[in-house]
């Protein structure tokens, strides 16, 4: 093999190296459409926070105690259906119309949920908005995914878990406020007044950046009707377990084997196939997804009542125990959006759900008298810093792996992915915890009930959530690989 001679060498012209990627999401061409888009990511998040305070006001007022968990279970049932609408929509006719059906659809389920007068339509209020926050945050997803270049994905991935900290932060004691001095309705009520913001600044340059089929010369595909009835059918099975895992009788089996068997072939049908083993790529990566907030979410939930019960902390102390958890999760999220950790994005993942699984493990500690209670704030934090980093990664890497004609369906699917893991670990935990005598959080009997819970309830919850973390760890591993995965 004969080898260059020096003036051989010097005769190849060096091609220069590549420039660096250039722009923000907030230059001139980014900066009403990022404004815009954030700011309907900011009045999600303040309706999470806010309204899950003024909730047990408006159920005793309603006199739906006994129906309450549906308030929950109905936006969650049909918040599934709108993201798999969402995704067959965006992938049709662009993301701006779901978006916009999307948004008022929240507004006027917020509206209807304020001023019912009895619990039933209190409920249909909250199913209306989980349909419009369905569609909204595929819709949101696929807009990203259009109109912004791959290196500044990050950064507004960033921004949308930025935009988390105020509510999580103020909404709370916001409404805690409004509930107290002006009543509950209110906060249903007022909410819907910042619609006209994001409408205002994210639907013109929507319109601009990302409006129409992906590919506009090809022609526009038909609806799947078969999505549609799966997406029924994953909002039904998803229903039906939450009801069922509601007590525990064994005539709750019924609804719960109605539900697997609606869940298992919708499953199989809207997520990309290979999902459950964790193949290599896009299925990994969903998975993942469900992984990781199916499990710190499940956790989450007890840990204020964990506080409560078992060391005799104040509800307010016991919340402004995950308070800091904000901050570090738009830290972590800021982290993946530095340029040089893109080289490295799956081993910070691997080193967020690291965080993830210790901060989980760590919380039951405090269930020994003899550990402060401050360890749970500790060790939350850093936990929050994990899941930062991951959830923001995992939209990444979506958008990465998925051509733009199907970046509605597989941003559905991530979504799919992360709701119905957060109901079924929700339903485990809870079953576990009512079984090693959790007792049951009512209205007015519910702290004695609970505060009779063994210790070894919390830990029932807390140690297969730390295991399932771990697990997620290892698929972790597994994020690069074949870009394209076939749902069937």
């Given at each position: 093999?004969?080898?260059?001679?020096?003036?051989?060498?010097?005769?190849?012209?060096?091609?220069?190296?590549?420039?660096?990627?250039?722009?923000?999401?907030?230059?001139?061409?980014?900066?009403?459409?990022?404004?815009?888009?954030?700011?309907?990511?900011?009045?999600?998040?303040?309706?999470?926070?806010?309204?899950?305070?003024?909730?047990?006001?408006?159920?005793?007022?309603?006199?739906?105690?006994?129906?309450?968990?549906?308030?929950?279970?109905?936006?969650?049932?049909?918040?599934?259906?709108?993201?798999?609408?969402?995704?067959?929509?965006?992938?049709?006719?662009?993301?701006?119309?779901?978006?916009?059906?999307?948004?008022?659809?929240?507004a006027v389920g917020l509206l209807l949920s304020g001023t019912a007068a009895?619990?039933?339509?209190?409920?249909?209020?909250?199913?209306?908005?989980?349909?419009?926050?369905?569609?909204?945050?595929?819709?949101?997803?696929?807009?990203?995914?259009?109109?912004?270049?791959?290196?500044?994905?990050?950064?507004?991935?960033?921004?949308?878990?930025?935009?988390?900290?105020?509510?999580?932060?103020?909404?709370?004691?916001a409404s805690g406020t409004i509930t107290e001095h002006l009543g509950w309705?209110?906060?249903?009520?007022?909410?819907?007044?910042?619609?006209?913001?994001?409408?205002?600044?994210?639907?013109?340059?929507?319109?601009?950046?990302?409006?129409?089929?992906?590919?506009?010369?090809?022609?526009?595909?038909?609806?799947?009707?078969?999505?549609?009835?799966?997406?029924?059918?994953?909002?039904?099975?998803?229903?039906?377990?939450?009801?069922?895992?509601?007590?525990?009788?064994?005539?709750?089996?019924?609804?719960?084997?109605?539900?697997?068997?609606?869940?298992?072939?919708?499953?199989?049908?809207?997520?990309?196939?290979?999902?459950?083993?964790?193949?290599?790529?896009?299925?990994?990566?969903?998975?993942l997804r469900g992984v990781a907030a199916g499990s710190f979410i499940a956790?989450?939930?007890?840990?204020?009542?964990?506080?409560?019960?078992?060391?005799?902390?104040?509800?307010?102390?016991?919340?402004?125990?995950?308070?800091?958890?904000?901050?570090?999760?738009?830290?972590?999220?800021?982290?993946?959006?530095?340029?040089?950790?893109?080289?490295?994005?799956?081993?910070?993942?691997?080193?967020?759900?690291?965080?993830?699984?210790?901060?989980?493990?760590?919380?039951?500690?405090?269930?020994?008298?003899?550990?402060?209670?401050?360890?749970?704030?500790?060790?939350?934090?850093?936990?929050?810093?994990?899941?930062?980093?991951?959830?923001?990664?995992?939209?990444?890497?979506?958008?990465?792996?998925?051509?733009?004609?199907?970046?509605?369906?597989?941003?559905?699917?991530?979504?799919?992915?992360?709701?119905?893991?957060?109901?079924?670990?929700?339903?485990?935990?809870?079953?576990?915890?009512?079984?090693?005598?959790?007792?049951?959080?009512?209205?007015?009997?519910?702290?004695?009930?609970?505060?009779?819970?063994?210790?070894?309830?919390?830990?029932?919850?807390?140690?297969?959530?730390?295991?399932?973390?771990?697990?997620?760890?290892?698929?972790?591993?597994?994020?690069?690989?074949?870009?394209?995965?076939?749902?069937?």
């Open positions: 093999m004969s080898v260059l001679e020096p003036r051989d060498a010097e005769s190849i012209a060096v091609p220069p190296p590549p420039e660096p990627p250039r722009g923000s999401v907030m230059d001139a061409a980014h900066r009403a459409l990022s404004v815009g888009i954030v700011s309907v990511v900011l009045l999600i998040a303040f309706e999470a926070t806010a309204v899950g305070t003024a909730m047990p006001v408006a159920a005793r007022e309603l006199d739906g105690i006994s129906v309450y968990a549906f308030a929950f279970s109905a936006y969650f049932t049909t918040s599934l259906f709108g993201m798999v609408v969402a995704g067959q929509w965006s992938d049709r006719n662009g993301p701006l119309t779901p978006l916009t059906v999307g948004i008022s659809a929240f009895s619990m039933w339509v209190f409920i249909l209020g909250r199913a209306v908005q989980g349909l419009g926050g369905g569609l909204v945050i595929v819709a949101l997803y696929v807009v990203v995914s259009r109109a912004y270049e791959e290196h500044l994905r990050p950064a507004i991935m960033a921004a949308f878990a930025a935009s988390w900290v105020v509510p999580s932060v103020v909404g709370p004691l309705r209110w906060v249903f009520v007022g909410i819907p007044v910042l619609v006209v913001l994001p409408l205002v600044l994210a639907l013109p340059a929507i319109r601009r950046t990302a409006s129409g089929p992906a590919d506009p010369e090809a022609p526009v595909a038909a609806w799947d009707r078969r999505r549609i009835l799966l997406a029924l059918a994953i909002s039904a099975g998803a229903g039906l377990l939450q009801y069922a895992g509601q007590e525990l009788r064994w005539l709750s089996l019924l609804p719960a084997v109605a539900g697997a068997a609606l869940l298992v072939p919708a499953v199989r049908g809207l997520l990309p196939r290979g999902t459950v083993r964790a193949a290599r790529g896009l299925p990994s990566v969903i998975l956790a989450e939930s007890f840990v204020p009542l964990m506080l409560v019960t078992q060391r005799g902390l104040s509800p307010t102390f016991a919340g402004l125990s995950l308070a800091m958890g904000g901050l570090t999760w738009a830290l972590g999220s800021w982290i993946q959006s530095r340029p040089w950790t893109e080289p490295y994005r799956e081993r910070l993942v691997v080193a967020g759900m690291g965080l993830v699984a210790l901060s989980i493990l760590t919380a039951p500690s405090v269930l020994i008298p003899a550990v402060p209670v401050w360890t749970v704030a500790v060790a939350w934090a850093f936990g929050c810093l994990g899941m930062g980093a991951v959830i923001a990664s995992t939209s990444v890497l979506l958008m990465k792996l998925s051509p733009p004609e199907e970046a509605g369906a597989n941003s559905a699917a991530l979504q799919i992915s992360d709701g119905l893991s957060n109901v079924l670990l929700l339903a485990a935990g809870g079953a576990a915890f009512a079984a090693l005598g959790g007792g049951t959080v009512g209205h007015e009997a519910g702290a004695a009930a609970a505060g009779s819970s063994h210790p070894s309830a919390f830990a029932a919850v807390f140690l297969p959530m730390a295991a399932v973390a771990a697990a997620g760890a290892w698929v972790a591993t597994r994020l690069h690989g074949p870009a394209a995965a076939k749902t069937g």
